[in-house]
């Protein structure tokens, strides 16, 4: 049976200054608003933003978000290799971004609180930086595993970033199964551009993801054993599911899936597992603690 039960790591916030803002016009920067159609979406998720994400199409080859309120576009997350958004092409180094904009914002202000923003991993490398740019919050995430290419864009209107009061959102039933669903489309955007099949949805099994999160949150515990020493395949077996080989990722304390997936992707063994071609299929459970901070627990199978 392969294991592989790996801890993600946890994005920090604390107030901190802004050191500097950046204001750059490209031509291109609305280029997702003009790839996306007023055709019936694919799939509609709930943001933690004052806005709705709509998945064109399923096409994980051709993966991109719409971001909408009451049908105007105000972000926008982008997935395509080689596709140009504000003058910065996915595929490219990293290093194109701090070429062109210099060093991202350390804090974004909201009322009189400054959010920092975090852009490294637990090993100090940078994986993400977020400007100003023409009245979008712009964030650029890296691949670390991928001699630092430009992976994903990530951007939103600053007054749909202003919307959201504080560093989580306010939690709900339909934000859960959003971030719980749009997180599967995010790993088989992922397996299909590597060549690795794409997983199969099991979502009557996210009620054995949800209790792990739960538990974690009640019993102020992060891990991949249970307070009452099961490990992930004994609650996937209790939970009905027969497999031959079976993971785990979990995480917890990132904005939302978007940015749980891209910190699992630049984390070696949680990307293993995602991309892992043994796995067939997948859960997602996901529960918000008092705070609204949202825990991830993700069961891979076959």
């Keep these: 049976m392969l294991k592989k039960w790996l801890a993600a790591i946890v994005v920090a916030c604390s107030i901190f200054t802004i050191s500097s803002v950046f204001t750059h016009v490209d031509a291109q920067a609305t280029a997702t608003k003009t790839a996306s159609t007023q055709q019936k979406p694919y799939k509609k998720f709930y943001s933690e933003y004052d806005m709705m994400w709509e998945m064109e199409k399923k096409d994980y080859k051709e993966f991109y978000l719409v971001g909408r309120k009451n049908n105007e576009v105000v972000g926008g997350y982008d997935t395509r290799k080689g596709q140009t958004l504000f003058g910065i092409k996915i595929g490219d180094l990293s290093s194109t971004v701090t070429k062109k904009y210099g060093k991202p914002v350390e804090s974004i202000i909201k009322g009189n609180t400054e959010y920092k923003q975090n852009y490294k991993d637990g090993n100090g490398k940078i994986t993400s930086g977020t400007y100003l740019i023409d009245g979008k919050y712009v ?70 993801g949800r209790q792990h999160s739960r538990d974690m949150i009640y019993y102020n515990f992060f891990d991949h054993k249970s307070k009452d020493g099961r490990q992930p395949w004994d ?68």
């Design 235 to 302: 609650r996937m077996k209790a939970g009905g599911i027969k497999f031959t080989t079976s993971g785990e990722n979990l995480a917890f304390g990132q904005y939302s899936a978007i940015y749980a997936h891209e910190a699992l992707m630049n984390s070696l063994g949680h990307r293993e597992n995602i991309l892992q071609a043994k796995f067939a299929h997948s859960f997602i459970g996901v529960q918000f603690s008092n705070q609204n901070i949202p825990y991830f627990t993700f069961g891979f199978y076959k």
């Design 139 to 208: 964030t650029f995430f890296y691949d670390i595993h991928a001699k630092n290419t430009i992976r994903s864009i990530l951007w939103v209107t600053d007054k749909t970033e202003m919307s959201k009061q504080g560093f989580f959102t306010a939690s709900s039933n339909d934000l859960r199964n959003s971030f719980e669903e749009l997180s599967f489309h995010l790993m088989n955007q992922a397996r299909v551009a590597k060549g690795v099949p794409a997983l199969t949805y099991e979502a009557q099994y996210n009620f054995i």
